[in-house]
């Protein structure tokens, strides 16, 4: 991971060259002599309070290339701070070490951290590991893992704790600056109080993009429209599918459906069945109860 990091590091430090700006000035030039649309033009400066300046003058651009260097050079400033802020962080440090525990075999004192590990079990198992599996990355650990069968799992439960770790431990803070940013679209002001009809509107445009719109279409029109508060587990269950988007559209609508109705005997009597060669009907989204 440090690696990609480097790498995706000197790759954007190495933009900053004048090289690299004429180059993205003149395509934009050039597209936008394509499209037929205005020159790019230096865009309206606001002349800041004289008590922030006196009676020095203002410095302003004498064209719109000179304006966007400063522009293109504020970007690539502010790239390089947001690599040095959030992957140099001790938190990352910890998981290389966890990482480098599973790849090397070599227990280090981090271990000792976690109580969900024991150092002399970890070292043993880890070694039986090794010498049984050939492996070059903690993905490919994971992969293993899942093929084997619970007895031999069994074997090698502090490998299993080891991994689980470095699958569930966030790289650094844009992973739950994401979560945060998924859950304010999701629960506004707007729609904490909100009809059943409304939430289940927002749930198949927000955030399930069509994905089981029969299931949800069918389950929130038959409930009664009352007014409510969004309880935790609903959030907690729209937060997983907004997240988890792509799995959620590569979903069989008609398992999820058969296995709704398939619960009692008065959803088979009111749905029926559906039955794999059977077509979806779009116009069940917009009928009423």
């Known amino acids: 991971m440090r690696s990609a990091i480097d790498c995706v590091r000197s790759t954007v430090d190495g933009k900053r060259s004048e ?63 947001q690599f040095e802020e959030r992957f140099n962080q001790p938190d990352l440090d910890v998981l290389q070490k966890l990482e480098e525990t599973l790849l090397t075999g070599e227990v280090k004192d981090i271990v000792d951290q976690y109580p969900e590990l024991n150092r002399d079990r970890l070292k043993v198992q880890l070694a ?4 049984k599996y050939t492996f070059k990355s903690s993905a490919e650990v994971a992969d293993i893992m899942r093929g084997l069968t619970v ?32 859950l304010r679209r999701l ?13 289940a509107l927002q749930r198949r445009f927000d955030a399930q993009k069509d994905s089981l719109r029969i299931f949800f279409a069918r389950r929130f029109w038959c409930e009664r429209t009352v007014r409510t508060t969004m309880t935790q587990v609903r959030l907690n269950n729209l937060a997983v599918c907004h997240v988890h988007q792509g799995k959620l559209d590569n979903t069989d609508l008609r398992e ?4 709704f109705i398939s619960v009692t005997d008065r ?19 917009v009928f009423e109860y």
């Open 151 to 182: 007895e031999v799992r069994g074997l090698f439960d502090q490998v299993e704790s080891l991994v689980r770790l470095l699958l569930v431990i966030p790289v650094s803070s844009a992973e739950a600056e994401r979560s945060f940013s998924a």
């Open 19 to 81: 090289e690299s700006f004429h180059e993205v000035f003149e395509k934009a030039v050039a597209m936008v002599d394509s499209l037929g649309i205005e020159p790019i033009q230096i865009p309206h400066q606001r002349k800041p309070p004289k008590r922030y300046t006196s009676e020095v003058s203002q410095h302003t651009p004498k064209s719109a290339e000179e304006h966007y260097r400063t522009e293109f050079y504020k970007m690539l400033d502010s790239v390089h701070i």
């Open 128 to 131: 039986m590991f090794r010498s």
């Open 187 to 199: 629960k506004t002001w707007l729609t904490v109080r909100s009809h059943q009809k409304r939430l």
């Open 267 to 285: 959803r088979r009597h009111v749905f029926g069945s559906f039955k794999q060669e059977q077509p979806v009907d779009t116009n069940l989204l």
């Open 256 to 259: 999820i459906c058969q296995q």
